[in-house]
């Protein structure tokens, strides 16, 4: 099996912060390939961002050879462009790591980073029929290249705002972490928080591969 990862955003660090997080949870077998759009802008928070972005998104999923794909970015950049006329099974992050929360029932929210990101995940979630766990959709106020230039205050940060979530919205049982560079941090936050916490890289896997294993592209 050939799993193609994109990154929409130019930033190479992301990329391969991606692919190690992804190769912690690939089966044997699987061939990675990890592609960065060098055209894209460095982080993507927000429509604006993402627009900047998705031409170079597209040429990748069009012009790389792959069995399954990710697109590696919470916003799923890219995705509905792309799914629809791919037979082929292409997952975004924000997708995957949602509908795990869903799927564990109970309900979930999604901490991610700029409020810019917030109206476009929340298109997304009603585009997957996804609202009825979901408690909302909180930005952290963190920049999403702070987890690859300052990570510990970065991860510092998230948990603070996370604990601020949960003080708030009590009735939480699952809190999805709503960027790439967010990968890697669950055991830490469940530690802490002694909440649920999904990360979008391993969910993306494991969505990945059991629709590739299925033979369904969505």
């Known amino acids: 099996m050939r799993l193609l990862i994109v990154n929409p955003n130019s930033t190479k660090e992301m990329t391969e912060r991606i692919g190690t997080e992804a190769?912690?949870?690939?089966?044997?077998?699987?061939?990675?390939?990890?592609?960065?759009?060098?055209?894209?802008?460095?982080?993507?928070?927000?429509?604006?961002?993402?627009?900047?972005?998705?031409?170079?998104?597209?040429?990748?999923?069009?012009?790389?050879?792959?069995?399954?794909?990710?697109?590696?970015?919470?916003?799923?950049t890219g995705l509905m462009e792309f799914s629809p006329d791919s037979t082929l099974p292409v997952v975004g992050l924000g997708e995957a790591a949602m509908r795990a929360a869903d799927e564990l029932g109970g309900p979930f929210a999604v901490l991610t980073t700029s409020l810019l990101s917030v109206p476009v995940i929340a298109a997304n979630v009603q585009a997957y029929g996804l609202a009825g766990r979901l408690i909302g959709i909180r930005a952290s106020q963190i920049d999403v290249l702070d987890f690859e230039t300052d990570r510990n205050l970065a991860v510092h940060k998230l948990i603070s705002a996370a604990r601020s979530l949960l003080a708030e919205e009590p009735q939480i049982k699952t809190i999805v972490l709503g960027c790439a560079g967010m990968g890697g941090l669950t055991v830490e936050m469940e530690r802490i928080l002694r909440v649920r916490a999904i990360d979008p890289i391993e969910a993306s896997v494991h969505l990945v591969i059991k629709r590739e294993l299925q033979g369904t592209p969505r």
Not at 38 to 44: F, K, V
Not at 47 to 67: H, M, Y
């Open 23 to 76: 190769k912690s949870h690939l089966p044997a077998g699987v061939e990675l390939t990890l592609c960065t759009n060098e055209t894209g802008p460095a982080s993507i928070q927000g429509a604006a961002d993402g627009e900047e972005a998705l031409p170079g998104t597209l040429n990748l999923l069009r012009q790389t050879p792959f069995d399954a794909a990710i697109i590696g970015c919470f916003d799923d």
